[in-house]
């Protein structure tokens, strides 16, 4: 037992606390360089969120100093040095304060001010994010304490990420949207208190020696407050954890309606679009089935089966909502739509004088096809595919050229028999 206990005992490799904590105190101060490292971090961080690149953030996380003053705050707390503690939380509160101007004066004059993927995963945080802040918290201080350092900080701060939320937060500000910003910040603020929290326990656990040698009752109010930081802190994000999966789990079920209900029959859905909250719609367009008021009707009642109680089925027909982000492309699709239906059209019609005057062949189709002429260039031609016992004799198939290139107003047509 005492060979096991020996394999995972934190002292074993432990760096001198007087080094560590002389490198911890030098990392807390944002003047000079440090100020100029973060505020190119945050430009570097706004870039790539704003044209969605994972390489660029991760990046951008990589070269920020935001982890200093964090982690001595963790310090100062559990060695009870109030003076490092107030110093560490006058440098965060600065650094939050530059890399937010920073962040909203960048998305206030970009060009581009969509919302990437990569800024709406910032700002919906949940439980899984409380996880990775003080596990994630948890590897850096105690490689910080480590004689041999190893490579483990590069990975902390990308697991950590400090610097998309605020960024998203900046971005919030500029647009003026405070869902965002509240969303981000929030996120921010659970990224900073876990990793401080993971580094006080460390230091308690290491018994990193007490500066400032405190009676037990004011030792019972700072356990108080941190355990009341905990629950202000993981109560929103369980919640937010849980709608979360709901959201999933309702969507995976839509998802496997559309399939079974639709897909698996043949019939091509070229829109969808799902809402979940505040209520549960499934909007669907069809590049050529039209559906009446009673089979919409039909497929309403199958919900239940499918655990979609109190969904909203809307199917587009001949009609392109004005408020859909998708319009244009939607517009497209309906209007292709119209284009096939237009095109059988046409083609039922030929067939049906082309058996009245040539009633010894059977047609099966009329396409165009292209062809190509030399290396560099191509040339359209139509194609009736036809089906007959013999080949047409050249009085017949000079007569069915003519008259298609009259009908389809086509300067060429191929006879092709199959």
Not at 160 to 167: D, E, K, V
Not at 210 to 216: G, M, R, S, T
Not at 241 to 266: C, H, P, S, T, W
């Amino acid at each position: 037992m005492n060979k096991l206990l020996g394999f995972i005992d934190l002292h074993n490799g432990e760096e001198e606390k007087a080094k560590v904590l002389e490198n911890v105190v030098s990392n807390i101060s944002f003047r000079g360089a440090n100020l100029w490292i973060l505020a190119c971090a945050i430009v570097v961080a706004s870039v790539g969120l704003n044209v969605n690149s994972t390489a660029v953030i991760i990046g951008a996380m990589l070269i920020s100093p935001l982890m200093g003053p964090i982690v001595g705050a963790g310090f100062a707390l559990g060695t009870y040095d109030f003076v490092i503690l107030k110093k560490s939380a006058k440098n965060l509160l600065i650094a939050t304060v530059v890399s937010l101007m920073v962040s909203t004066i960048y998305f206030f004059i970009s060009p581009f001010k969509d919302a990437q993927s990569e800024l709406l995963a910032r700002t919906s945080p949940n439980i899984y994010d409380v996880l990775i802040a003080f596990f994630g918290g948890l590897v850096g201080v105690i490689a910080t304490t480590r004689a041999e350092k190893g490579n483990p900080i590069p990975g902390v701060a990308i697991a950590t990420a400090l610097m998309p939320p605020l960024c998203t937060a900046g971005y919030g500000l500029a647009m003026g949207n405070y869902t965002y910003f509240l969303g981000a910040l929030y996120l921010y603020t659970i990224n900073c208190f876990f990793i401080c929290l993971s580094t006080f326990a460390i230091v308690k656990y290491l018994q990193y020696p007490i500066v400032n040698h405190i009676n037990k009752q004011k030792q019972q109010q700072i356990r108080y407050i941190i355990s009341a930081l905990i629950v202000l802190m993981i109560v929103p994000s369980t919640y937010l954890a849980y709608q979360m999966i709901r959201e999933k789990k309702l969507k995976a079920r839509l998802e496997n309606f559309v399939k079974k209900e639709f897909m698996d029959k043949g019939q091509m859905v070229v829109h969808k679009k799902t809402t979940v909250f505040p209520t549960t719609k499934l909007e669907l367009a069809f590049l050529s089935k039209k559906f009446s008021d009673s089979e919409i009707a039909v497929l309403i009642s199958k919900f239940p089966a499918y655990n979609l109680p109190n969904t909203e089925l809307v199917i587009l027909q001949d009609s392109i909502p004005t408020n859909n982000s998708n319009t244009t492309e939607l517009g497209y699709l309906l209007s292709m739509q119209k284009e096939v239906e237009k095109r059988s059209l046409n083609q039922e019609m030929v067939f049906k004088e082309m058996a009245i005057l040539f009633p010894e062949l059977t047609p099966v189709s009329i396409a165009n096809h292209a062809y190509f002429v030399g290396s560099d260039s191509s040339k359209m031609v139509t194609v009736l595919l036809y089906q007959n016992k013999n080949e047409l004799d050249s009085t017949s198939a000079s007569k069915l050229n003519a008259w298609l290139k009259q009908k389809l107003q086509k300067e060429h047509v191929d006879l092709i028999r199959k």
